[in-house]
């Protein structure tokens, strides 16, 4: 991809940015969206709705700070997961952070989004897992051991098969390098 490049999708569009945990997704949201990092719900940018785990996190965070995270996680990705459907129900385009391991999460977004007449389109950060581990550690927030293994047993058939060019049910699939991923200017609905 060149420099200064956008990606451009069907307005109404559900853009899911896919990578394995310290890829760099919300450092890519939080860089095209200007976002602060304290928000606590979607934020709303030229018409489209902007979420990442982030603000479900932050807003279960008053409630749940005393609780382990293996208690607080299911809540915030249960949150999560719900305000893109609500976003994408409402007929919003939505650009939005994802773990992308998990495939019934994108069978269920790609109906929900066919039933507002619009389309699912993935984003997807390939980086080696020593650099996504590498992440985690910078930004303080590292998922255990077993999980990040888990993720990246997932992580690896899904990029091949978005290399090879498809990525069913989405409609379309970009693969992004992290070099890539820091030149890309904008996410556009049109």
């Known amino acids: 991809m060149d420099p200064g490049h956008a990606l451009r999708y069907p307005a109404g569009s559900l853009v899911l940015v896919a990578g394995l945990p310290g890829a760099g997704k919300t ?65 919003h385009g939505v650009v939005a952070h994802t773990r992308g391991t998990w495939p019934h999460i994108l069978r269920g977004f790609t109906w929900l989004a066919r039933l507002r007449g619009g389309e699912v389109h993935v984003i997807l950060i390939d980086v080696d897992p020593e650099t996504a581990r590498a992440g985690q550690f910078a930004r303080g927030r590292a998922v255990t051991g077993p999980t990040f293994a888990r993720h990246c047993r997932r992580w690896g058939p899904l990029v091949e098969r978005a290399r090879d060019g498809a990525l069913p049910p989405a409609a379309g699939v970009t693969v992004l390098d992290r070099a890539a991923a820091d030149r890309l200017e904008g996410i556009r609905f049109e």
Request: proline fraction near 9%; charge should be positive; hydrophobic fraction near 40%.
């Open 27 to 91: 450092t890519l949201l939080d860089r095209l969206y200007r976002l602060r990092g304290d928000e606590t719900g979607p934020v709303p940018v030229d018409g489209v709705r902007v979420i990442d785990s982030r603000q479900s996190r932050n807003w279960w965070a008053r409630f749940l700070r005393p609780l382990p995270p293996r208690l607080r996680t299911p809540l915030v990705h249960a949150t999560h997961v719900w305000r893109i459907g609500r976003a994408v129900a409402g007929g």
